[in-house]
């Protein structure tokens, strides 16, 4: 079993930027993986928003956070940042971390190809 444990959310004002932090840990969890970051705001459904491979070599960023967001990885500590700059109230949601252990060498955007989910960490941002 793998768990994802987010944090890091809160309510910042829009201009501001935020850092979220994904901790893994589990007996199945290897650095070996993919990892990634959706979100869901209210009434809305699920989207991508950015993703790494095993080494941070190769990231992925939905159109809407693309020069804004930026994902990272500690390996050591099994943790996943998101570093979220230039914030606006169109990116209020909840975040969620996580992580594919299928595959690791070329990321992926793909929803369908996460196994294991955060419970997600509410960022909102007043205007």
């Known amino acids: 079993q793998v768990q994802l444990v987010e944090s890091g959310g809160g309510l910042v004002q829009a201009g501001n930027s935020l850092r979220l932090s994904c901790a893994a840990s589990g007996r199945t969890f290897t650095k070996y993986s993919n990892m990634g970051w959706f979100r869901q705001a209210p009434g809305k459904e699920r989207d991508f928003v950015a993703s790494l491979n095993w080494d941070g070599s190769i990231t992925y960023y939905s159109e809407s956070v693309k020069g804004r967001f930026t994902i990272s990885r500690d390996n050591y500590k099994n943790t996943v940042y998101l570093q979220m700059n230039s914030l606006n109230p169109e990116d209020t949601a909840v975040y969620l971390c996580?992580?594919?252990?299928?595959?690791?060498?070329?990321?992926?955007?793909?929803?369908?190809?996460?196994?294991?989910w955060g419970q997600g960490a509410q960022v909102t941002v007043s205007s």
């Open positions: 996580a992580a594919d252990l299928d595959s690791w060498d070329l990321g992926t955007m793909a929803m369908v190809d996460y196994d294991y």
